[in-house]
């Protein structure tokens, strides 16, 4: 159930940032249509996330703490791209035509990833 929802949340983050930064598209034809695509991206950001963000973290650590965080701005805006890159090859109408609009796209995704965060607790802070 937490797994849907996360995705549901981030499938809506996305359509936020469509609707709110330029650079970021989606293409799909009509309202089903640029929801399964949403959804579908919401997928694949969840994927990339999962698999790519602790090895990033892990290999750069120092940078994480001498930045004081902001390197995790930039990688966030990076995997948001990477995203956009890989939803293209999966031929979903979803793009994001830079850094600067991933950068925003991914601070919105972040904030309400967050906010879900806070309504949905993890299973191991029940317990």
Do not use: H, Q
Not at 52 to 63: E, N, T, Y
Not at 87 to 100: A, E, I, Q, R, Y
């Amino acid at each position: 159930m937490r797994f849907l929802v996360r995705t549901l949340v981030t499938a809506a983050a996305l359509a936020l940032a469509a609707a709110v930064v330029d650079g970021i598209d989606v293409g799909g034809a009509g309202p089903l249509r640029n929801t399964l695509t949403l959804i579908g991206v919401a997928l694949v950001f969840g994927l990339v996330n999962a698999t790519l963000k602790p090895l990033i973290r892990k290999a750069g650590g120092c940078i994480y703490w001498v930045t004081l965080g902001i390197a995790a701005l930039v990688v966030n805006a990076l995997l948001f791209l990477l995203t956009s890159w890989i939803t293209s090859k999966l031929g979903l109408p979803f793009t994001v035509d830079g850094f600067w609009p991933a950068f925003w796209g991914a601070l919105l995704v972040a904030v309400a990833s967050w906010l879900i965060g806070l309504a949905v607790p993890d299973r191991k802070r029940r317990e």
